[in-house]
């Protein structure tokens, strides 16, 4: 079975700086891993996807995560953020034989500070 | 332009009654996902499809029903027994589950019971 912990179901920034969102991960195969971004009452973008090719992934709009086998985590990076930044942003896991389904954390809203 | 199709946007039930959320998709993706959504809980699997004729359940599949008649179409039904259906439904689909592919997503049907 396949899960991911998100730390932090808020995280607020000011704009211009650091943005770090955390992800572990627990697969008991080689796992696949993404990034989603929602905006209110939409639904989910793909911001970014590791499956095995590079351990840096670099994704739309600036963000980038590095997948650490060695810590479980697949943590989302952005060197400086932006006001349209604001959103909720999920991290998933798949992998396996082909018939599993992505399983999300439980999502951080993200809050920038003007 | 290819993508999925959720309607309607918004819809409301009455207590007892049965509704259906329509998913439809153009992007000849094999799989196909139900997700539901809560403040705070992230997206939780109701059903999914790998194969037209075939679904199987997921982590919340009670008082729900689906089928899968046609590739692009995976209609929801949210039926009496589910005790608390107020929620934002997400429908989503993949070319090849599990393959580090990513899930591309509808943009959501938000269901209120009144």
């Known amino acids: 079975a396949q899960s991911v912990t998100q730390l932090g179901s808020h995280v607020s920034v000011s704009e211009g700086a650091l943005v770090l969102l955390r992800c572990n991960y627990s697969?008991?195969?080689?796992?696949?891993l993404f990034w989603y971004v929602q905006y209110p009452n939409q639904g989910l973008q793909l911001l970014l996807k590791?499956?095995?090719?590079?351990?840096l992934v670099k994704g739309i709009n600036g963000f980038e995560a590095e997948f650490k086998k060695s810590e479980t985590s697949f943590h989302l990076t952005k060197p400086s953020a932006h006001m349209s930044d604001a959103a909720e942003y999920f991290c998933?896991?798949?992998?396996?034989?082909?018939?599993?389904?992505?399983?999300f954390g439980k999502g951080t809203r993200l809050s920038v500070i003007a | 332009d290819g993508g999925i199709t959720q309607s309607p946007k918004y819809l409301f039930r009455k207590e007892g009654q049965n509704v259906t959320l329509s998913c439809e998709q153009n992007?000849?993706?094999?799989?196909m996902y139900w997700y539901r959504q809560d403040p705070g809980q992230g997206l939780r699997l109701i059903y999914y499809?790998?194969?037209?004729?075939?679904?199987q359940k997921g982590d919340i599949a009670e008082g729900y029903s689906v089928s899968r008649e046609k590739k692009e179409s995976f209609p929801l039904t949210v039926t009496s027994a589910q005790k608390n259906p107020t929620a934002f439904y997400l429908c989503?689909?993949?070319?090849?589950?599990?393959?580090?592919?990513?899930?591309?997503f509808g943009q959501g049907t938000r269901l209120t019971v009144v």
């Open positions: 697969s008991s195969v080689p796992p696949y």
């Open positions: 590791y499956t095995s090719a590079a351990t």
């Open positions: 989503a689909s993949q070319n090849r589950a599990g393959y580090g592919t990513e899930a591309f």
């Open positions: 998933a896991v798949t992998g396996g034989s082909g018939n599993t389904p992505l399983v």
């Open positions: 992007l000849n993706h094999d799989a």
């Open positions: 499809s790998q194969i037209v004729n075939d679904f």
